[in-house]
């Protein structure tokens, strides 16, 4: 059995000061403004570097032995920040190994800066050795550091098991991820797998699953005694060839992340579990590989789900909303106070959105407040987007109750949300239609698996459930 081993290093803050090297944090207009009060000396040094404070520089500023005496941080302008977010994690990564604290930053800017700083230290290391920024942050005055570094653990847990390829991270190893978590935090975790599959009603994640010799399974985790309940639903396709719609080699090379709403799911998990949230929590994981062979499933199937509705099977690639289905379902029939699934589903999305913001379906106006709100706080971007009823008769394909693949090719991300919520109950339900790579490398986010819409939820929690 594939084993998932998480990154070694965790990502926290120094517990030092004493010779922590202060790093000043300078925007651009504020550069001739800041050197006034300074010597002769580092005027002509910063001049001489021809450090102009921009977005993402640094400079090291040496004293009378040639040994560093601070460092500069560049901080830019408004309108450069307000292109990006983690500004100082990419001074975190230009600057040389040591422990700086913060001077001059904006308060209202420290937890997002500091949390950046951490996951800037993040490297995924399992197949070579590989460093994040080694420069350590004291955490800045008035920031919850404890806090930060559960949430940046969270992140860390999401982007090792996405980046980890599929022959390591198949649905063996996914559970073996959860069984792990669990037992860190004290959950329960019950997994139903194989042909117990559809003895205990799971038909369409036996569907998904059955051509591949690494088994589907439904993992099923349980923490909490207090509070409301709280149901997060993850996809775990851990690889997705199409099925018998094979993908062309082109759309197949990142499917590994398939499995990227599961990660994001278990990252919020360990959120939460850590924090000590009052609530109770089910996590609900479909771990499947879409795969090929003589027992797949074929387009034109008609499948009946676990809530008794029958679908046609127009594309087999279209497997994510299944498995997803019958995981809704078993969630819906405990009526839990707020269900919210999470997937790397559509490739519409993408098309509408693009890869950095997490789309996001929901109708309940005090949870959509509480996550529009959660988001701006914690520079975790979100988009709302409709669950618009006249597209409903684009599912019904007349010969089952719904269609898994609807022709046309309109509203592909809207469709599947609306796919999705015949099977969330009645209750309280958000669903997020995630991309879960990071195609080029930015501020705290290298190149690879990334966690979308996590962070954005907890801080919508206490909210939403009013904790």
């Known amino acids: 059995?594939?084993?998932?081993?998480?990154?070694?290093?965790?990502?926290?803050?120094?517990?030092?000061?004493?010779?922590?090297?202060?790093?000043?944090?300078?925007?651009?207009?504020?550069?001739?403004?800041?050197?006034?009060?300074?010597?002769?000396?580092?005027?002509?040094?910063?001049?001489?570097?021809?450090?102009?404070?921009?977005?993402?520089?640094?400079?090291?500023?040496?004293?009378?032995?040639?040994?560093?005496?601070?460092?500069?941080?560049?901080?830019?302008?408004?309108?450069?920040?307000?292109?990006?977010?983690?500004h100082l994690a990419a001074s975190a990564a230009a600057l040389?190994?040591?422990?700086?604290?913060?001077?001059?930053?904006?308060?209202?800017?420290?937890?997002?800066?500091?949390?950046?700083?951490?996951l800037a230290g993040y490297a995924f290391d399992r197949y070579r050795e590989q460093k994040g920024a080694t420069a350590q942050l004291i955490a800045p005055?008035?920031?919850?550091?404890?806090?930060?570094?559960?949430?940046?653990?969270?992140?860390?847990?999401?982007?090792?098991?996405?980046?980890?390829?599929?022959?390591?991270?198949?649905?063996?190893?996914?559970?073996?991820?959860?069984?792990?978590?669990?037992?860190?935090?004290?959950?329960?975790?019950?997994?139903?797998?194989?042909?117990?599959?559809?003895?205990?009603?799971?038909?369409?994640?036996?569907?998904?699953?059955?051509?591949?010799?690494?088994?589907?399974?439904?993992?099923?985790?349980?923490?909490?005694?207090?509070?409301?309940?709280?149901?997060?639903?993850g996809k775990g396709v851990c690889f997705d060839t199409g099925g018998l719609n094979l993908k062309p080699g082109s759309s197949m090379g990142l499917m590994k992340k398939d499995m990227g709403g599961a990660a994001t799911v278990l990252g919020l998990a360990h959120m939460i579990m850590a924090l000590d949230l009052p609530l109770r929590l089910r996590v609900l994981i479909p771990a499947v590989e879409n795969a090929v062979s003589a027992n797949a499933m074929r387009p034109g199937d008609i499948l009946t789900a676990r809530n008794g509705m029958t679908i046609e099977i127009n594309n087999t690639d279209a497997e994510g909303r299944l498995v997803l289905a019958d995981a809704l379902a078993s969630g819906a029939e405990a009526e839990p106070d707020l269900m919210i699934s999470m997937a790397t589903l559509t490739g519409a999305a993408r098309v509408a959105v693009g890869p950095d913001l997490a789309p996001y379906y929901a109708d309940d106006p005090d949870l959509v407040a509480a996550i529009e709100a959660g988001a701006?706080?914690?520079?975790?971007?979100?988009?709302?987007?409709?669950?618009?009823?006249?597209?409903?008769?684009?599912?019904?394909?007349?010969?089952?109750?719904?269609?898994?693949?609807?022709?046309?090719?309109?509203?592909?991300?809207?469709?599947?949300?609306?796919?999705?919520?015949?099977?969330?109950?009645?209750?309280?339900?958000?669903?997020?239609d995630i991309y879960g790579w990071n195609p080029a490398a930015a501020p705290a986010r290298p190149k690879g698996g990334v966690g979308m819409g996590a962070r954005a939820l907890l801080a919508a929690l206490p909210a939403a459930l009013h904790l």
């Not at 460092?71 to 292109?83: H, K, N, P, Q």
């Not at 979100?382 to 007349?398: D, K």
């Not at 469709?415 to 669903?431: D, E, I, P, S, V």
């Open 96 to 118: 040389p190994e040591g422990v700086y604290r913060l001077e001059g930053l904006d308060p209202a800017r420290a937890e997002e800066e500091a949390l950046g700083w951490l």
């Open 1 to 86: 059995m594939s084993i998932f081993r998480p990154a070694a290093a965790p990502l926290a803050f120094s517990s030092g000061r004493e010779g922590a090297l202060a790093l000043h944090v300078i925007g651009s207009d504020q550069l001739e403004e800041w050197l006034k009060d300074r010597s002769e000396a580092l005027r002509t040094w910063v001049q001489a570097s021809g450090f102009t404070a921009a977005l993402g520089r640094v400079l090291m500023v040496p004293g009378a032995k040639g040994a560093p005496e601070m460092a500069l941080a560049g901080y830019g302008t408004a309108d450069t920040r307000a292109r990006g977010r983690f």
């Open 141 to 233: 005055e008035g920031v919850d550091a404890p806090r930060l570094e559960v949430i940046a653990a969270g992140e860390a847990l999401t982007r090792d098991l996405i980046n980890t390829p599929a022959n390591d991270m198949g649905p063996d190893a996914l559970e073996a991820a959860c069984a792990d978590l669990a037992e860190r935090h004290g959950a329960k975790i019950d997994v139903v797998k194989g042909e117990d599959l559809l003895a205990q009603n799971f038909p369409l994640i036996h569907a998904v699953g059955r051509a591949s010799d690494r088994v589907p399974r439904l993992i099923d985790m349980a923490w909490g005694h207090r509070g409301p309940s709280v149901t997060l639903v």
């Open 376 to 432: 701006a706080r914690v520079a975790d971007p979100v988009w709302r987007m409709p669950f618009h009823p006249p597209y409903e008769t684009m599912i019904e394909p007349g010969i089952a109750d719904l269609d898994n693949a609807p022709s046309g090719g309109f509203a592909g991300s809207i469709t599947a949300a609306l796919f999705l919520r015949r099977f969330a109950g009645k209750g309280r339900y958000a669903h997020f």
